[in-house]
Structures are given as structure tokens and as C-alpha cells.
T-cell receptor, first 110, second 114 residues
Framework: KQEVTQIPAALSVPEGENLVLNCSFT??????LQWFRQDPGKGLTSLLL?????REQTSGRLNASLDKSSGRSTLYIAASQPGDSATYLC?????????FGQGTRLTINP | DAGVTQSPTHLIKTRGQHVTLRCSPI?????VSWYQQVLGQGPQFIFQ???????GRGNFPDRFSARQFPNYSSELNVNALLLGDSALYLC?????????????FGSGTRLTVV
């Protein structure tokens, strides 16, 4: 059974800092891994999709890496802004479904 | 192009009632999946449908059912509502059933059972 863990559960940093969010999973047999952003009470916005054959993906200030052999992914956010405040969820794609971590609640302080 | 649309956005029901939630996928997407997100937790998989057939079912009781229509839209039905069914219900669409292309989620339906 796939289990996904995100550390830390919450993170508060001053504006402008670079930061790293961590995601680990127990079963390396995945199709892909996706990072999402969720604002309070809202749906999920896809940030980055990394296929199982890829090592990293970049979009603007965001960079996500994937190490299947160790069951780890990281989301790197450069030059953080108050608008980055949200919950960040990672999800691994197995057979027919995504398995999510519980998320990291990120607060960027002006 | 419109994204994944869900209706209604909010819903209040009484214990024991029945509820139907609706979802329209992105045009061209043939796979629709449903997830339940309880406050403070990550979403949990309920169902996946592809080409109108159920392709996967999560660990939810038989009170939960779903179907997909010829136009690929979908509805989730929950019978005999319990207080614990209160959650954000998320619909997601994808190009294929094997999730090679990732998921796009809708804004969700907030269900409150009183």
C-alpha cells in the first residue's frame, strides 16, 4: 500500500527566502508525481508534473525533483512571496489513482 | 477552454438524506475521478471512470456510487448521509486512465451534513 508523507506539516518563513518542501513515498512503482497548491477552501491547482522517467521539472520560481529509488521528491521555491502562502500537496500516481500526502501549510511573512 | 467544472459549490444536507454531485471534465478528457478531502487532510480516492466504465474504487462504503455519461461528465451519489461525510468533494479529469498526463482538478463541492 502506497503511503505518502510530507515534512514539515507547517512552515513559516520571511519573504524573499528560498525554501524546500519534502515528500516521501513508500512504493517506487509510480507513473508520475504531481505537486499541487491549495488555497483555503479551494480546489487543487497543479504546479508541476514529473514523469517517472524524469529527474526534475521547472516552472518559473518552482523546481521539483524526483528520486524514485529513494522514494523522495522535493519542491524548491525561490525568492518566496506572500502570495505563495498556501498548502502544498504532493501526490504519486499509481494504478488508476493518486495517493496524496497530508500537505505542508506554508506561510510567507511580509 | 473551460477547466473542470463542479456543481453545486456548496451544499447542506441532513443526516440520512441523499446527495448528487456533478462534474464536467475538460473537453477531450475521457477519465474522471472523484476524491474526498476532510479538513486538514490530503484528498482520498473514491472512484475513477474511463470511457463510462469504473476503473478503480477506493475504500469507501457502498453508500457511495458514481457514473459517467456518454459526454464524459460524471455524477457522484451518496446515500444515507452521515455527519462524517462532511468534506470537500473534488473531481479531476485526465486524458487517459493510466494517469500518464497528470490530473486537473475542479474547485470542489463543499458538503456539510447536519
Amino acid at each position: 500500500k502506497q503511503e505518502v508523507t510530507q515534512i514539515p506539516a507547517a512552515l513559516s518563513v520571511p519573504e524573499g527566502e528560498n525554501l524546500v518542501l519534502n515528500c516521501s513515498f513508500t512504493d517506487s512503482a509510480i507513473y508520475n508525481l504531481q505537486w499541487f497548491r491549495q488555497d483555503p477552501g479551494k480546489g487543487l491547482t497543479s504546479l508541476l508534473l514529473i514523469q517517472s522517467s524524469q529527474r526534475e521539472q521547472t516552472s518559473g520560481r518552482l523546481n521539483a525533483s524526483l528520486d524514485k529509488s529513494s522514494g523522495r521528491s522535493t519542491l524548491y521555491i525561490a525568492a518566496s512571496q506572500p502570495g505563495d502562502s498556501a498548502t502544498y500537496l504532493c501526490a504519486v500516481a499509481g494504478a488508476q489513482k493518486l495517493v496524496f500526502g497530508q500537505g505542508t501549510r506554508l506561510t510567507i511573512n511580509p | 477552454d473551460a477547466g473542470v467544472t463542479q456543481s453545486p459549490t456548496h451544499l447542506i444536507k441532513t443526516r440520512g438524506q441523499h446527495v448528487t454531485l456533478r462534474c464536467s471534465p475538460i473537453s477531450g478528457h475521457k477519465s474522471v475521478s472523484w476524491y474526498q478531502q476532510v479538513l486538514g487532510q490530503g484528498p482520498q480516492f473514491i472512484f475513477q471512470y474511463y470511457e463510462k466504465e469504473e476503473r478503480g474504487r477506493g475504500n469507501f462504503p457502498d453508500r457511495f456510487s458514481a457514473r459517467q455519461f456518454p459526454n464524459y461528465s460524471s455524477e457522484l451519489n451518496v446515500n444515507a448521509l452521515l455527519l462524517g461525510d462532511s468534506a470537500l468533494y473534488l473531481c479531476a479529469s485526465s486524458l487517459d486512465w493510466a494517469l500518464n498526463y497528470g490530473y486537473t482538478f475542479g474547485s470542489g463541492t463543499r458538503l456539510t451534513v447536519v
